[in-house]
């Protein structure tokens, strides 16, 4: 557990020191891009779309589990709020209280701190956030929201591949995990996460490869905001 920590602490760290290069620099590599936030159903390859298109684009990306452990530590939440300016926490602290009063939330600890931690990124941009409800937090006239999807006998078959399970155990994974997701977006976002209305974009893997749907939403993005 230690070590995971310590790996967060590090990631962060590293993150920090880039924001700061950036900002002392005054420039940003691909200022006319918007935060892209990634959900997926299991099973769908919506994890290794996000990885090539943050590869494609140059983007910074993070991951469920990496954003799920930043708001767990207080120590990693402070040092991403350290990385906004007084204009930047107020209108970080400003959004958040607008999304809890119009989407009618009850944020718990853990809640506020989710909130926090994705704001403070989407501040910075240039990133490509997975997961942990991020579409639902961040404004979405500077975010592009991506929903990966795909029949649920070829996501079993993928984990089944992937993992090395038998069929009924690969069901078995991507239902609860499914489950699992539908259940955190409808508990701390008060949303479904299976409405298009809420993505811009709603991708099916089945008929398409991974590098191919990346590179299809890399070049939609690149074409739209330059």
């Given at each position: 557990m230690k070590t995971k920590a310590r790996s967060i602490h590090q990631i962060v760290e590293d993150q920090v020191k880039k924001w700061n290069r950036l900002q002392s620099e005054a420039a940003t590599?691909?200022?006319?891009?918007?935060v892209i936030t990634v959900s997926r159903e299991p099973g769908s390859g919506g994890k290794l779309i996000a990885q090539g298109i943050a590869d494609?684009?140059?983007?910074?990306?993070?991951?469920q589990a990496v954003i799920h452990e930043m708001a767990q530590s207080a120590h990693v939440e402070s040092r991403l709020l350290e990385t906004l300016d007084e204009k930047g926490l107020t209108v970080l602290e400003d959004?958040?209280?607008?999304?809890?009063?119009?989407?009618?939330?009850?944020?718990?600890?853990?809640?506020?701190?989710?909130m926090k931690v994705i704001v403070a990124i989407?501040?910075?941009g240039q990133a490509v956030l997975v997961g942990r409800g991020a579409n639902f937090v961040l404004p979405p006239d500077k975010t592009f929201r991506?929903?990966?999807?795909?029949?649920?006998?070829?996501?079993?078959?993928?984990?089944a591949r992937d993992f090395g399970v038998a069929t009924k155990e690969a069901k078995r994974r991507v239902i609860r995990t499914e489950s699992d997701r539908k259940a955190f977006i409808r508990k701390y976002f008060n949303a479904d996460i299976t409405d298009p209305l809420n993505y811009d974009l709603v991708l099916n893997t089945e008929m398409v490869n991974i590098e191919a749907a990346a590179a299809g939403v890399a070049?939609?993005?690149?074409?739209?905001?330059?």
């Open positions: 590599a691909k200022p006319g891009l918007p494609m684009l140059g983007l910074d990306l993070f991951h959004w958040i209280t607008s999304l809890v009063r119009e989407r009618h939330l009850w944020p718990d600890e853990y809640a506020q701190h989710l989407g501040k910075h991506l929903r990966v999807v795909a029949p649920l006998e070829f996501r079993v078959a993928n984990v070049h939609l993005l690149r074409k739209q905001f330059g």
